[in-house]
């Protein structure tokens, strides 16, 4: 799981004043662009910063840095960061349409083809850059199970995180506090999955009331 990291004191005045916006800035934004790739700590605004530098200086922009900014914001789905990022791109770039794709597959919870289109070699490129990448993803694929499940056949839980290791498959299980059992995982009850009783009620009015008492007796 990526995380937000105290944000240095250079960053957080940079990104505070109207001095974001100076494309001689830019390249301290980079810099620590590259610090949460290589750390696996995420700052969503410095890097929309980026973004909006980009958008007013368009020959400013370099698509590496592009490309490292949407998959460090894939590490953070559900979260709507991967979107707030493309909405300040001037253009999209075949690569940028392939993390899109990526992305689409993360949000319809379809990790079975996310590895499948992932295992290619061009995409595995434009996330090489950020370290932990497909540690991160199988937390987010966690997160969304632990939610979503109390238990869940361990072939289809391998499938989903690309875990077909025993051994590996086994620590992450214990990382995750869930218990295999035959062919299931068990995953403890949370507020998320756990069952909740349905209350319906039914307004009836007090002349509706007397109209039904009066059949009856009538019957």
């Not at 957080?12 to 974001?20: F, N």
């Not at 559900?78 to 999209?92: G, K, M, T, V």
């Not at 490129?125 to 979503?148: N, P, W, Y």
């Not at 009850?189 to 009015?205: F, H, L, S």
Request: aromatic share 8%; charged share 20%.
């Amino acid at each position: 799981m990526t995380s937000v990291i105290d944000r240095p004191e250079k960053i957080q005045t940079l990104i505070d004043g109207v001095e974001r916006y100076n494309p001689e800035n830019v390249t301290v934004l980079e810099q620590y662009l590259d610090t949460q790739c290589q750390s696996g700590s995420y700052d969503l605004m410095a890097n929309l910063a980026i973004l909006k530098v980009y958008q007013f200086n368009p020959t400013e922009a370099k698509e590496p840095v592009i490309i490292n900014i949407l998959a460090k914001a894939l590490t953070a789905v559900p979260a709507p960061d991967f979107n707030l990022c493309l909405y300040l791109l001037s253009e999209r770039s075949a690569q940028v349409d392939q993390l899109t794709t990526l992305q689409q597959l993360l949000e319809q919870s379809n990790y079975v083809k996310f590895w499948e289109t992932y295992n290619d070699a061009t995409y595995q490129k434009l996330t090489s850059k950020v370290v932990g990448f497909e540690d991160a993803i199988r937390q987010l694929i966690a997160r969304v199970v632990t939610m979503s499940h109390q238990s869940i056949n361990l072939p289809v839980l391998q499938s989903y995180l690309a875990l077909k290791d025993q051994a590996k498959f086994a620590a992450f299980c214990e990382q995750q506090q869930w218990t295999q059992q035959g062919d299931l995982v068990l995953i403890p009850i949370n507020k998320d999955n756990e069952a909740k009783a349905i209350v319906v009620r039914e307004n009836i009015k007090f002349d509706q009331l007397t109209k039904v008492i009066g059949y009856s007796n009538e019957i």
